[in-house]
């Protein structure tokens, strides 16, 4: 396997950068950097050296690296290894922890591996998903990001999570719900929702999720699906124009959830 790198960058924001790296005789040298990276090797296994010690990181672990932390990368006994890592602005990454903690938060934690195979199974999949939306702020985004700051960053001792004490009101309740039927072609974000309730993204979601029994984005998902239904009961409805119609990204998107949800095609319901 040859040598090779790509960066991509989510459209919606210059506070992330994505990379995957495929490495069979390239080494990192020590060396630190200015933002966060979470790093996960999916293929092969690569040694890490950091604060004095040796580490193998393989499938199922995590690096997490603050800035600042001096360290390198190799593989593990000349082994080659495919690696993806989440580079995050430092105002980023504080932002979540702000939400998390309900408070300004200055965190602080060395450099860790992290032995957690849900929550590396979870990265990848996270990865995977902003690069196909090319968007940070979509909704399963922003969901998926809270759901695994909490236990990662709690397993470091790095924030302490406000507690979550109770679910939305019936009047918040309405409120979300009328503003996602009224908006359904467009992007609705979490930001969106939780700022209708006038309360952080990360107690919307648990909130939300402890008065409907699902996240606001499997909620949502249901609704669109549901309203498709509908419009597809109208003869000549076009597959692409129902997608659209009801905001999805597009219509291999609105097949996909559709034959998920259901079990057929849409253009046989």
Same mark, same amino acid.
């Given at each position: ?33 200015? *933002?966060?990276?979470?790093?996960? #090797?999916? @293929?092969?296994?690569? =040694? ?5 010690? %040796?580490? &193998? ?77 090319? *968007?940070?702020?979509?909704?399963? #985004?922003? @969901?998926?990001?809270? =759901? ?5 960053? %709690?397993? &470091? ?113």
């Amino acid at each position: 396997m040859k040598d090779s790198i790509q960066y991509h960058r989510v459209a919606d924001t210059s506070d992330l950068i994505l990379s995957e790296g495929f490495y069979s005789e390239f080494e990192f040298r020590p060396h630190y950097h200015l *933002d966060y990276h979470i790093g996960l #090797v999916v @293929e092969g296994v690569q =040694k890490q050296r950091f604060k004095g010690q %040796s580490v &193998l990181l393989g499938p199922g672990r995590i690096s997490v690296m603050p800035p600042g932390e001096i360290h390198d990368g190799f593989g593990h006994e000349q082994s080659e290894y495919c690696m993806r890592t989440f580079r995050i602005a430092p105002a980023l990454l504080n932002e979540y922890f702000d939400e998390l903690t309900g408070k300004e938060t200055d965190p602080f934690f060395a450099g860790a591996m992290v032995e957690n195979e849900r929550l590396a199974a979870s990265l990848v999949k996270l990865y995977d998903n902003i690069q196909r939306v090319d *968007d940070l702020t979509t909704l399963p #985004v922003e @969901e998926t990001w809270f =759901k695994l700051c909490e236990p990662l960053f %709690s397993q &470091l001792n790095a924030v302490t999570p406000l507690p979550v004490l109770g679910g939305l009101s019936l009047h918040q309740l309405q409120i979300v719900k009328e503003y996602c039927y009224e908006n359904l072609s467009c992007k609705i974000s979490l930001g969106h929702l939780a700022a209708l309730c006038d309360i952080s993204r990360y107690q919307f979601l648990r909130r939300f999720e402890q008065s409907v029994g699902v996240t606001p984005h499997n909620w949502l998902t249901q609704l669109r699906l549901e309203k498709a239904c509908l419009l597809l009961r109208k003869s000549g409805q076009k597959l692409a124009h129902v997608a659209v119609t009801v905001g999805f990204y597009d219509q291999s998107h609105f097949i996909h959830a559709f034959r998920k949800w259901y079990g057929i095609n849409p253009s046989k319901y």
